[in-house]
């Protein structure tokens, strides 16, 4: 694996495909090349990204669950909100996801209809994994996605007069006696 993937719908992608899937734990180190992070930059939306990279970790486990965990880093520049500036920064994260694999699912759903029970505060089910295998290189990009500060602020910017960050409002608002109230503890 290691290297981009021709037929890959995605911009980072690098596929594990279903028959690399086994007993024995699976270690990838990708990065992405020069070519995908311009791609991928136009993608998100950023400035610059400098590079893109991840350690990831696949274990097969009972009943067809595939575990992945991945550690990742990324340098990037957004604009500034207020100045446009480049606002440089690292970002980095780790991240788990589960799959089923398809015999797994056929097999739970020859079986009796079973309650499928949601938790607001717990983990997502696992997902049914893809015929192709699972792309590891979207995964880091989906994680990255959502780590972008959305609102990047050089150091030295200062925001116009009447766009303070927190502008008090009329005093007679509906909360303005709760203010009252935090300043007394």
Known sequence: MGGPSAEAGSEFSRIVGPERLGTRAI???IEAT???RVLLQDRLGLLGLDCLSASC???SGLGGLVLVSCDWRAEITQACVVTLDPVCQAVEGQFQASFLTSNHEAGQRS???QEIVVEPEGEDPPEPLPPEGIDLGELVVQELAVSLDPYPRSE????PPGF???DEGPADHPFAALKVLKGKE
């Open 27 to 29: 270690e990838e180190r």
């Open 57 to 59: 970790r696949i274990r």
């Open 34 to 36: 020069a070519q995908e």
């Open 156 to 159: 030295d910017a200062v925001l």
């Open 111 to 113: 079986e009796a209809v």
């Open 164 to 166: 303070e960050a927190e």
